[in-house]
């Protein structure tokens, strides 16, 4: 698999509430000012770069961006501009985590993290060395251990809970990623991220993450394997980090919610079954997620 990496670029400032909404409405690549765009944004000259690199890292489309480089781009868009501008229900944060992650052939830290490492219980060190080496099986190239280092700081600051709660200063800031709570801090230098049935998650929300995995990596499938759903890069099982009952759970909601799809077990494999699965519009489901009788 070709990879590229891009474990910088974030100025280690962690995701911000409302900075999406503002570079949907303000960031523009063509002005070369940085004054202007301090202003524009309304944030510290530092700050600038750190929004366009969560603008790229989510697959976000502001309103006036005329650059022509091909780059990754998500249905974020569209969740910002029409269905929940400021990212304010727990349903997008989600939704904000899967667009974010899935992208995994262009690396963060947090990339690798929730697509190929299966470690529960981690400190600083330990994962470094463990992305390290797996960057080296890959024949990847191994950046520097203090670049690796300040990617992981600004993986943490957006996923981990604190245990202390009268923390203060600019590291008690809370990411929307946070509320997620897929990280936490277990002491002051140790962090477990389980893989649990995760029964905040929205069916809604599962279903719509399900179907785009299954579009684009199993289009001409009218089936796909529980044990994809839960293990295989990009997947929603991985990337919400759901075990085998949470599994389960969401895909009997799946086939509650929408009756194209349901349950297959062919030669001792089980899946789930949906006869046309390149008639499934994801629009229509993301939609549903954000609309009232929901």
């Not at 974030?10 to 202007?36: C, I, M, S, V």
């Not at 939704?95 to 470690?119: A, C, G, M, P, V």
């Not at 684009?216 to 009952?245: A, E, H, K, Q, W």
Request: with cysteine.
């Amino acid at each position: 698999m070709n990879f590229s990496v891009r474990f910088s670029g974030h100025e280690t400032f962690a995701l911000r509430y409302g900075w999406l909404n503002k570079a949907y409405k303000y960031l523009n690549y063509n002005e070369k000012n940085e004054d202007n765009l301090v202003v524009d944004l309304g944030v510290g000259k530092n700050m600038v770069n750190s929004i366009k690199y969560w603008t790229e890292i989510t697959g976000l489309k502001p309103l006036n961006d005329e650059v022509l480089k091909e780059r990754y781009l998500s249905d974020i868009t569209k969740i910002v501009e029409q269905l929940d501008p400021y990212l304010e229900k727990p349903e997008s944060n989600w939704l904000l985590h899967y667009f974010i992650q899935k992208n995994y052939t262009e690396l963060t830290f947090s990339r690798w993290y929730f697509n190929f490492s299966n470690s529960q219980y981690f400190t600083k060190d330990h994962l470094v060395s463990e992305l390290t080496d797996w960057l080296l099986a890959e024949n990847q190239k191994i950046s520097a251990p203090a670049t690796l280092q300040k990617d992981f700081d600004c993986f943490i600051l957006c996923y981990a809970k604190k245990m202390n709660k009268n923390f203060k200063g600019e590291e008690s800031f809370v990411s929307p990623l946070n509320e997620l709570k897929l990280i936490y801090e277990i002491s002051g230098n140790a962090y477990a991220s389980d893989f649990t049935e995760h029964k905040d998650l929205k069916p809604e929300v599962f279903l719509y993450c399900l179907v785009d995995f299954w579009k684009m990596y199993f289009m001409d499938s009218s089936t796909i394997s529980v044990d994809s759903i839960l293990t295989m890069p990009g997947s929603p099982g991985r990337l919400f980090r759901i075990n085998n009952f949470g599994i389960d759970a969401y895909l009997n909601q799946c086939a509650n919610l929408d009756s194209r799809f349901y349950w297959s077990d062919s030669k001792g494999i089980r899946s789930l079954a949906c006869d046309d699965i390149r008639a499934v519009n994801l629009d229509n489901l993301l939609e549903n997620i954000y609309s009232e009788k929901n």
